[in-house]
């Protein structure tokens, strides 16, 4: 059982929502407003958001902006906009998930207890630091550095990183990093977009020439080790 915080305010929107999750086994609490959630997040803190983006006075990207200065909560976002860069947008922000409305219940929760599973298996890492040259990540620890600074991630930059490390020179579709780092069997390619364009910002000397997290084209991506690096004379 989890503590998740429903925030929306739409009444019917957050009625469905805290019942099934209720019925998921998880405590639930609900507000309509953005202030309300940062109040309740000060007050009691939830292990899980499900946030409306459009929400009056302080809206949602603003709110989880703000909870991801704050602390690594995870976060799904409620978007009445289907376009593309509007999930983007919530993404970049730091959001963990998006669900479109109107929206399944059903899908809602097992999205909720996929985020809440990830977050459980990373509260017990398996194996000792990763390495690539002057970059480490330690899931013990969950904590990246990169020539001895230390990375500001999200969760899920977290865990595509560490998936990528663990797995060199395999390269890997969007499907197969959606199953294997988020635990979807279904789910919109940008999401993994996204997330692979900000992790290259933050561990690539020129991020528009990428040498560590490739694209493959036709396929996805793949993380080229060290030694590859060398040999193709783009590491010194």
Partial sequence: M??????????????VAVSYLRAGG????DVETGEA???????????????????????????????????????????????????VVGLERGADDYVTKPFSP?????????????????????GGP????DLVVDPAQHVATLAGNRLSLTAREFDLLRFLLANPGIAYSRDQLLQEVWGWSFGDHSTVTVHVRRLREKVETDPTH???LVTVWGVGYRWEPQEARQEA???A
């Avoid at 925030?7 to 957050?14: A, E, G, K, L």
């Avoid at 998880?26 to 609490?29: A, C, G, I, L, S």
């Avoid at 207890?113 to 509260?123: F, H, I, P, Q, T």
């Fill in 2 to 15: 989890a503590r998740i915080l429903v925030v929306d305010d739409d009444h019917t929107v957050r009625e």
């Fill in 26 to 29: 998880h405590e639930v609490d």
């Fill in 37 to 87: 959630a940062l109040a309740a997040m000060r007050e009691h803190p939830a292990d899980l958001v499900v946030l409306d983006l459009m929400l009056p006075g302080i809206d949602g990207l603003e709110v989880c902006r703000r909870l991801r200065a704050q602390r690594d909560v995870p976060i799904i976002m409620l978007t009445a906009l289907g376009g593309e860069a509007d999930r």
């Fill in 106 to 126: 059903r899908e809602l929760v097992l999205r909720v207890d996929s985020v809440l599973r990830r977050v459980g298996e990373r509260a017990q890492p398996a």
């Fill in 130 to 133: 990763l390495r690539d040259g």
């Fill in 210 to 212: 990428p040498t560590r």
């Fill in 233 to 235: 004379g783009v590491d």
